[in-house]
């Protein structure tokens, strides 16, 4: 016979439902409704992961803006008179340019002075919009045309002075009473002759200006129509190089140095005796003359990349040596006028950019604008994969963590010894609701470890209060229990 309270424990265990005698059909439902009930946390995705991707986006955006768009295929160039220095020089420059794909497109004009009024002025009659044009050094400022800058100083321009019968001028000042070729109106020759003799005091009062080109000036020079004429260009330009085999004399100038001082913009040069000819010893001495830098000037909006690609036209023609410079000399940054512009600063300090010296020309422009925008990105996305996900754990913890602060108040209290039985009652409702909201939770099933243990912790409150465990899934009419000190286990 046994203890009333061993046959009440029998018969509790004889009417409860046999587990392992369960259909696998119950138990596939369970599984499911757990599949259901802990499943992938859109929500918290969303918050977490939206905020991140505006983040990137508008960074993306913002650089965006700072992305200039493709360069132009053409550069509109205005050069000098046809057959002269700043022409043949651009002729180079433009089969240059189309290896790259860009096209040079020439206009030629009467020279330095309407170069520069080409560039400082907004479009004329003629509608064209010029981009780059050669002008001599000392003919514009900065203050005239605050919207240019200098690309480069791309070779001197000696400033000659050639007469039928005079070798040597001791001063300027000498030629009061000459009649003196000063150069075509709006060529930069003219402009800094009239200069030069305006300092010495030799002006149309007490001498004759006869407005000529370099060409009719030679053809009066020899019928002694003139006694003096300036001249001005490269000493490798075809005209320059026929006026040294012909019969006029290179007039040489005692006066460079002190002459240079009024005009900082001119450079006193020395043309060696016999340079121009060793055989024949042409100089017959040295020839002491001045020397205009001529500039490489472009539009303050000219795109970077094109900057960069005239640059190397500039270096691939202009770098070699002469017989006023030396190899590497030119292009140079070393100029007054026009402030450099930033593209050519940086091409002088360390020569082209990385892509364009391994990638044709158009490609690694692509690459280099794409760069702008991906860099920022690349830049916000390595903080953001190490805090967006730690977020998105926290948000996701936080709706398990948050109901142990409530656990901990009900625990404290079923220490009290003195608690009355209907407020103790009320404690182990409270739990009930607890569980059920738990059950409820849909968290990541990477969290659902986390779930099982605030489950457990709510049982191991319960069993403290002596209550019954609730039932897992009391909402679908299942009436499993699960032992306290299982849970407890677990």
Not at 209 to 215: D, K, L, N, P, T
Request: charged share 25%; proline share 7%; no cysteine.
């Amino acid at each position: 016979m046994l203890p009333p309270s061993q046959r009440d424990s029998d018969e509790s265990r004889d009417r409860s439902p046999d587990r392992s005698a369960r259909p696998s059909k119950q138990s596939g439902t369970r599984l499911g409704r757990v599949g259901h009930r802990y499943r992938f946390g859109w929500r918290d995705t969303l918050i977490t992961v939206v905020p991140a991707v505006l983040l990137l986006a508008v960074v993306g955006y913002v650089a965006a803006r700072f992305v200039r768009p493709a360069p132009p295929s053409t550069i509109v160039m205005t050069v000098g008179t046809a057959g002269g220095a700043y022409d043949e020089f651009a002729k180079r420059y433009k089969s240059i340019l189309a290896r790259s794909g860009v096209t040079l497109e020439l206009h030629a004009s009467s020279g330095a002075v309407e170069n520069y009024e080409r560039l400082r002025s907004p479009p004329g009659d003629d509608g064209v919009d010029y981009d780059v044009g050669f002008i001599q050094s000392g003919i514009g400022s900065m203050e005239e045309a605050q919207h240019l800058e200098t690309i480069a100083g791309v070779y001197y321009e000696p400033v000659w002075l050639f007469s039928p019968h005079l070798d040597t001028l001791a001063r300027l000042s000498d030629l009061h009473g000459k009649r003196i070729g000063v150069g075509l109106p709006g060529s930069g020759l003219r402009r800094l002759s009239l200069q030069m003799l305006g300092a010495a005091g030799v002006d149309e009062s007490n001498a004759t200006f006869v407005e000529v080109s370099g060409v009719e000036a030679e053809k009066m020079l020899r019928i002694d129509a003139l006694d003096i004429a300036f001249m001005i260009g490269a000493p490798e330009s075809p005209f320059i190089q026929s006026l040294f085999k012909g019969p006029l004399h290179i007039v040489s100038l005692a006066q460079t140095e002190a002459i240079a001082r009024y005009f900082p913009t001119l450079t006193p040069q020395v043309l060696p005796q016999g340079a121009v000819d060793l055989a024949a010893g042409r100089p017959e001495h040295d020839v002491r003359l001045l020397a205009a830098t001529s500039l490489l000037v472009s539009r303050d909006d000219l795109h970077p990349a094109l900057v960069y690609l005239l640059l190397e036209a500039a270096n691939e023609v202009h770098n070699g040596p002469g017989l006023f410079q030396k190899r590497g000399e030119f292009p140079s940054s070393n100029v007054q006028d026009f402030p450099v512009s930033e593209q050519a600063r940086r091409w002088f300090q360390s020569g082209r950019p990385f892509l364009q010296r391994y990638l044709p020309f158009w490609l690694a422009n692509l690459i280099e604008r794409l760069l702008v925008v991906i860099v920022p990105i690349v830049a916000l996305m390595i903080p953001l994969m190490r805090i967006v996900p730690a977020f998105y754990s926290w948000r996701v913890r936080s709706k398990i963590f948050r109901w142990y602060g409530e656990l901990r108040d009900i625990e404290t209290r079923a220490f009290d010894g003195h608690r009355r039985p209907d407020v103790h009652r009320r404690e182990l409702e409270r739990l009930d609701e607890i569980e059920r909201s738990v059950n409820h939770l849909k968290v990541p099933l990477a969290f659902y470890h986390e779930v099982h243990l605030l489950r457990a912790h709510i049982d191991m409150v319960r069993h403290r209060f002596g209550g019954e465990p609730l039932a897992l899934f009391d909402d679908s009419g299942m009436t499993e229990r699960r032992d306290p000190g299982d849970a407890v286990a677990a």
